[in-house]
């Protein structure tokens, strides 16, 4: 009975993961685009214009625009590892599973509003560059706002039904997540939330966590060693 009712949340966690496994590889295309030179009529590249080189060397320089795409790849990374693992049969202590869920739809909200600046960017850049007529950097931009708002309504959903959970199970702790709803909260620091999450699902013996922390690490951490030399 229990397994009838947990398939359609994992099915809804499938499917989430698919989504931001598909947002990353369009933010990767993304990527490639920007790095590409300008194109002429043929499709054939082209010297860039006295405008787009003021305006790429200003305000939205290329590569700092790539380098936070890659920041926000590596954070949906993070995210989707942090969905596979808080799972309802994951831990049997339901304020634990239930705080985590709370904490981990938290930073899927700010990993989304930080990609959605990233991609203001991008579009800044393109449209001040004077590359309007880029047809494949707009579509591929496109595509990466209408998986970014897909996520984001299926993270809302999936928070919205958590909230109904323990408003159920203690309507004052619900009125107190209203509350903090209504309040502007402070920033989130997305990396570090999401990086302590992950701690947290690793301490509690998840071995999965090994192999993305290794990739952070080695991209991030490089002063913390070599990736074969042990942690402990």
Not at 94 to 110: C, H, I, P, T, Y
Not at 123 to 147: K, Q, S, V
């Amino acid at each position: 009975m229990s397994n009838d009712r947990d398939d359609p949340d994992r099915d809804d966690r499938e499917d989430l993961e698919e989504r931001i496994e598909e947002l990353e590889t369009t933010l990767r295309g993304l990527q490639t685009e920007l790095r590409q030179p300008p194109r002429g009529p043929m499709g054939l590249p082209r010297p860039p214009t006295p405008r787009e080189v003021l305006s790429f060397t200003g305000e939205y320089a290329i590569p700092t625009l790539i380098t936070m795409l890659e920041a926000n790849v590596r954070a949906l990374k993070a995210l989707q590892q942090i969905i596979r693992l808080v799972d309802p049969e994951y831990d049997p202590t339901e304020g634990a599973r239930s705080d985590l869920s709370a904490r981990a739809g938290r930073a899927s909200r700010a990993t989304l509003d930080r990609l959605q600046d990233t991609l203001n960017d991008v579009e800044g850049a393109l449209t001040e560059g004077g590359l309007p007529e880029e047809p494949r950097a707009r579509r591929i931009l496109e595509d990466a706002r209408r998986l970014s708002d897909d996520i984001r309504e299926e993270v809302s959903a999936g928070s919205e039904q958590a909230d109904e959970g323990r408003e159920l199970a203690d309507n004052a702790d619900a009125e107190e997540a209203e509350l903090e709803e209504e309040v502007d909260q402070p920033e989130v620091d997305v990396d570090a939330e999401l990086r302590s999450i992950r701690d947290e699902l690793g301490v509690r013996g998840n071995g999965s966590g090994d192999e993305d922390a290794d990739d952070e690490s080695s991209s991030d951490d490089d002063e913390s060693g070599p990736d074969d030399d042990p942690d402990a």
